[in-house]
């Protein structure tokens, strides 16, 4: 293992079989909003159960617009509760629609097909909701960006194949991958190790936190403004001490006692 937790010869006779089992011949790109919409559907799952799943989400809506506004949680019943990662990937699908929308005031992401590379990672990465298997495999087949689509179940098997150590994390392999993979060669990666990985299944998943969507869930409360505290003493010019603050006053307990009773005093004669 090297320093990045790696071990890199292992690693990289995977890399050259995986790209030699590559299917021949080049895919059609797709629109990029549907191959996103399919990224969604098919990161740590199989080709089985992706094909199915993008068959009845998208015979249940017109458009992607109408998919954009279906709660996510009527998306994860129409996937299944044997889908993997139901909610959380329909959750985040949800949120990343509706950052598209927030962004282009339309249901399409074409206007990236001018901007450079590096600004379309970052556009697709800065998505509310956005996956980073999603992002890459989006960036490499419709964009012709060399970024490493990496997934759990990816993850899981790189380290069961002993190319990292157990606690590495996808964005450590996604950055070692996309620095030993040429540009040229990192389609056919992408694709050989797909093939390879389809009905390989982990023993175990790791847990996942669920992503919160606003279709599912109202907006949390911002505990800041909920609980306030006193007001901080206001900052003071440079070189003048800031004056001590004063103190509130303390309220008297007599205030809520009845009055004393007036006496009277009488003056004796004099004589």
Not at 50 to 58: D, G, K, P, V
Not at 151 to 160: C, F, N, P
Not at 260 to 270: L, M, P
Request: aromatic share 6%; net charge positive; charged share 25%.
């Amino acid at each position: 293992m090297n320093k990045s937790g790696s071990n890199l010869d292992t690693l990289n006779k995977i890399i050259k079989r995986l790209i030699k089992a590559a299917p021949s011949g080049s895919p059609e790109k797709q629109d990029p909003l549907a191959r996103l919409v399919r990224a969604f559907l098919e990161f740590d799952s199989d080709s089985n159960r992706l094909l199915a799943a993008e068959a009845r989400i998208m015979s249940s809506v017109v458009d992607f617009n109408e998919l954009r506004v279906t709660p996510a949680i009527e998306l994860a019943a129409a996937l299944g509760v044997r889908y993997p990662f139901a909610e959380s990937r329909c959750a985040m699908l949800h949120r990343t629609l509706q950052s598209i929308f927030d962004r282009e005031h339309q249901m399409s992401i074409d206007g990236l097909h001018g901007m450079k590379k590096g600004d379309i990672r970052k556009y697709l990465q800065t998505l509310a909701g956005m996956n980073s298997y999603v992002e890459a495999v989006v960036a490499l087949e419709c964009f012709d960006v060399a970024a490493a689509p990496v997934d759990t179940k990816l993850q899981l098997w790189l380290i069961s194949k002993e190319c990292f150590q157990a606690e590495a994390m996808i964005p450590e392999i996604q950055h070692v991958l996309e620095k030993h993979i040429r540009a040229g060669d990192m389609l056919k990666f992408h694709h050989g190790v797909r093939k390879e990985i389809d009905e390989w299944v982990p023993r175990v998943w790791p847990k996942t936190a669920k992503v919160p969507s606003p279709m599912l869930a109202p907006p949390a409360v911002n505990a800041s403004t909920a609980t306030q505290g006193p007001k901080a003493a206001p900052e003071a010019p440079e070189g003048k001490p800031v004056p001590p603050a004063k103190p509130a006053p303390a309220k008297s307990s007599a205030s809520h006692s009845k009055p004393a009773a007036k006496v009277k005093h009488h003056a004796g004669k004099s004589k």
